[in-house]
């Protein structure tokens, strides 16, 4: 965090406006929430001003006689927890102008905690306007743009449970308000000024350019469409709406930018009817009915492919998920040699097959036993190092820095460190894992790079494990975009691809860092 910058935003007439925006003591409560949705239009987020409104009086005529008004003021982890296990939302009828009404149907029931989690937008702001602890979620659906706003000012969030229990996820909403309540101390900041920070000044620092070329797939993935979303496909061909960012789907947590994502639509339809390509890697979102998500572009519409005719068909009548009649598709991986026979299927039907993304091939390397993470950084990693130009003497394993008055940061690869033992700089690291394949375990890593990187000075960081090595620039200011890294493929690629391998050297080659 930097305060000299952060203390010019904070007197400029923008950060001014954000704070005085942000304020939760405002004379007119329905203005103040309707204008936050306004302002939030720009991140893409929906205008639930009403629904905060209803809520807003709903919670309160709801906890004010079971006596969570007064425990939420001094909110500890176990009032927060009696809280989730109550609390429930009802229908409201807003048919007339002059008076809310409630129909006493409950479509958030007390017990019912996936429902609850995916309404933390409406619930946080509620809590916000009422107590001092709590602070908003704006677009909840892109928990990743939270995630490096809060990597540019560097404020770190804790991990996201791995659960299937969604309690949990609500109760990740309290300890995600504990970690900004204690940057907002560290910084002495209002609570006004700690959400300004977060939604608009923490945004001047992340890279939103748009990167026009997609990296190459080395996925497919096949996930599904229903209801309300036929209206969107059916655009598709009638004008540009490939880039619109409303298109989110549920996806596999494992999909990442440029992968190849295929829309089925779900009953009635019953059928593929696109082809996509990932803008973006999987977002895990904690507070989401679906969890994980991804953003996708380049549509190109296909000739219809109905359950029926894949169930028929030689090839896909064997296909696991065609024989559970593509049930449960939220992101089911697709192999090459099916999507192969996909192109197939779409050629004898018409399609044109030319214009449809081709997967790319990987190269066949036969790495050995790879089964813990010190394989991963013997067998693959040293080797394509000393295939960079590198020497060991050129790398120090483990180097012990000061992290506090006792801890000690240990990261798994540091280049070319210099100066007092403990406190070196070093232009570039690599931290070394067994499996990121989970979201979740790639963003610890992430995490865990970052904070060394800080420590040493970096300007290049690298998360690796067995599949594949990920680079990101790390700039002055120790921030780094996670969403869109320096470099990023599958190993097999790297050491069979002369041109991949090539790139790699041009990036973090030895005569290269050692320059830095």
Request: proline content about 4%; glycine content about 6%; some cysteine.
């Amino acid at each position: 965090m930097n305060t000299k910058l952060w203390n010019f935003y904070k007197n400029s007439e923008k950060g001014k406006k954000a704070i005085e925006l942000f304020n939760p003591e405002v004379e007119d409560l329905t203005k103040g929430i309707t204008d936050l949705f306004e302002y939030a239009k720009q991140w893409g987020v929906d205008d639930n001003s009403g629904t905060v409104l209803w809520c807003y009086d709903q919670f309160a005529v709801n906890f004010a006689t079971d006596g969570f008004e007064e425990k939420l003021q001094s909110v500890t982890r176990d009032v927060f927890a009696e809280f989730v296990e109550n609390f429930y939302v009802e229908e409201a009828d807003f048919s007339d102008d002059k008076e809310v009404k409630y129909t006493g149907r409950v479509v958030a029931p007390k017990e019912d905690y996936r429902w609850k989690a995916n309404i933390v937008d409406v619930l946080s702001i509620y809590l916000y306007y009422n107590y001092r602890f709590f602070k908003p979620i704006f677009n909840k659906l892109r928990f990743d743009i939270i995630q490096q706003n809060c990597d540019a000012i560097g404020l770190e969030l804790p991990p996201i449970p791995r659960t299937k229990d969604y309690k949990e996820y609500l109760m990740y909403y309290y300890d995600i308000c504990v970690a900004f309540n204690e940057f907002q101390e560290a910084n002495k900041m209002t609570d006004a000024e700690f959400c300004a920070c977060l939604y608009d000044y923490a945004p001047m620092f992340v890279d939103e350019k748009e990167v026009s070329e997609l990296p190459k797939p080395v996925n497919v993935w096949l996930t599904g469409a229903s209801g309300g979303d036929f209206d969107i496909l059916d655009e598709l061909g009638k004008g540009d709406n490939s880039g619109n960012p409303s298109l989110v789907w549920a996806c596999n947590e494992r999909t990442r930018r440029g992968d190849i994502v295929i829309i089925y639509c779900l009953s009635p339809r019953s059928y593929i009817h696109s082809i996509w390509r990932a803008r973006t890697n999987g977002i895990f979102n904690p507070f989401d009915f679906y969890h994980c998500r991804v953003n996708v572009c380049e549509g190109i519409k296909i000739p219809p492919i109905t359950s029926k005719e894949l169930k028929a068909d030689g090839y896909f009548s064997q296909v696991p998920i065609v024989r559970k009649n593509l049930q449960g598709i939220k992101g089911t991986e697709f192999t090459a040699q099916d999507y192969s026979e996909l192109l197939r299927f779409v050629e004898q039907k018409g399609g044109d097959v030319s214009v449809l993304p081709k997967l790319f091939e990987k190269g066949k390397v036969d790495f050995g036993d790879i089964k813990i993470e010190k394989n991963v950084e013997e067998k693959i990693l040293i080797p394509i190092l000393q295939k960079l130009g590198y020497s060991e003497s050129d790398w120090t394993r483990q180097l012990s820095l000061k992290a506090g008055r006792n801890e000690k940061a240990i990261p798994d690869f540091v280049f070319f460190a210099k100066g007092e033992r403990h406190f070196e700089n070093a232009p570039m690291l690599i931290e070394a894992k067994y499996d990121m394949s989970l979201i979740t375990e790639q963003q610890k890593a992430f995490a865990q790079a970052l904070s060394y990187s800080r420590m040493l000075r970096s300007s290049i960081m690298g998360i690796c494990d067995k599949e594949r090595i990920i680079l990101y620039k790390v700039d002055k200011n120790g921030s780094s975009n996670r969403n869109q890294p320096l470099y990023e493929n599958h190993w097999e690629t790297v050491f069979s691809d002369e041109i991949e391998g090539a790139k790699l050297k041009q990036l973090i080659g030895k005569d290269v860092v050692k320059t830095m």
